[in-house]
């Protein structure tokens, strides 16, 4: 995308440093903590429906600057322009992802408008304040931010509570031998549960992969989750291991493209993992999945927490 992508992303690489991102975690542990200290006890919920979905799309409302009905507008639409992306061009819901899109677009517009003439200490004033976008640009950089990693978030958590909560053959869960939430075990998570299974890319000349010539404007369907199991990467791919070292996985991307949003992703998951953890959580009956072949998640995980 040339220079395009490194001027939208260049737009932004002041607030999504490693070190800017780390000091949000006192904001995103606050609403971490109010989002799950509401879920009640000993009572089964559905952990999709109420912390993995709002958590991180009241993160990312809070940090734009938008009220409740804008991110309440978010978190509808949001799933239908997932889908679209998610769906390898099916035409109806790429349909809907679109009238999703333009009903963000409509009730954004005036917000990045009136953040441009007078702006305020929140993301999509200084978004707005970049004299180098346009006012479109500005708009969809702030649904791209918002919805991509409320989407991924949501579904990341989601993955991970199954993983860890479900029992093995011999009755043991993942969670009940975790010594504590670090940096290991969130790379490992994103290993073998990352949202973003598959991406798309076109070839800017001919490339030989694999034995495979793929020619020049010529599209490849990148399968990351494969990449993230190759043997030749990582001992026993298949096997989940909490303190697993070596290379990071790719769920993330890499190169020009690698997310802008790792690290907030990561401090929201982290944080989140935490305070999840500490409630005692225990799955209580089957998970439902997405049935898209590109994003990966699930539709509804039944916990409960014990709260001992």
């Known amino acids: 995308d040339g220079t395009d992508h490194d001027r939208l992303r260049g737009s932004l690489r002041d ?154 053959p011999d009755g043991t869960r993942i969670v009940d031998g975790l010594g504590g939430v670090d940096m290991p075990l969130i790379n490992e998570l994103l290993r073998l549960d990352g949202p973003v299974q598959t991406t798309a890319r076109t070839a800017t000349q001919r490339q030989l992969v694999g034995g495979i010539e793929i020619a020049c404007d010529e599209q490849a369907l990148v399968v990351v989750a494969a990449a993230n199991r190759d043997p030749a990467v990582f001992d026993q791919p298949d096997q989940f291991r909490p303190t697993r070292t070596g290379p990071a996985p790719l769920s993330f991307g890499y190169g020009a493209h690698y997310c802008l949003g790792a690290s907030l992703a990561r401090l929201e998951t982290t944080v989140a993992l935490g305070h999840i953890l500490a409630r005692n959580p225990v799955l209580t009956g089957a998970v439902t999945w997405r049935d898209t072949p590109a994003i990966r998640g699930p539709l509804n995980v039944p916990i409960l927490f014990r709260d001992s």
């Open 15 to 168: 607030v999504f440093t490693r070190s800017f991102i780390a000091g949000l975690h006192a904001g995103i542990a606050d609403i971490a903590s109010g989002v799950i200290d509401d879920a009640p006890r000993a009572t089964t919920f559905d952990f999709m429906a109420d912390i993995a979905l709002p958590l991180p799309i009241v993160v990312a409302g809070e940090w734009l600057g938008v009220d409740p009905h804008c991110s309440r507008l978010l978190r509808e639409e949001s799933p239908a322009i997932i889908r679209m992306l998610g769906a390898l061009a099916n035409p109806d819901e790429v349909a809907v992802g679109i009238a999703a899109t333009a009903a963000l677009v409509t009730e954004f517009l005036p917000l990045a408008a009136d953040r441009r003439s007078s702006p305020g200490d929140d993301l999509l004033s200084f978004i707005a304040s970049d004299p180098d976008l346009s006012l479109d640009e500005v708009v969809i950089t702030a649904i791209l931010i918002a919805v991509a990693g409320h989407e991924t978030t949501a579904n990341l958590l989601g993955a991970t509570m199954t993983r860890l909560l479900t029992p093995g």
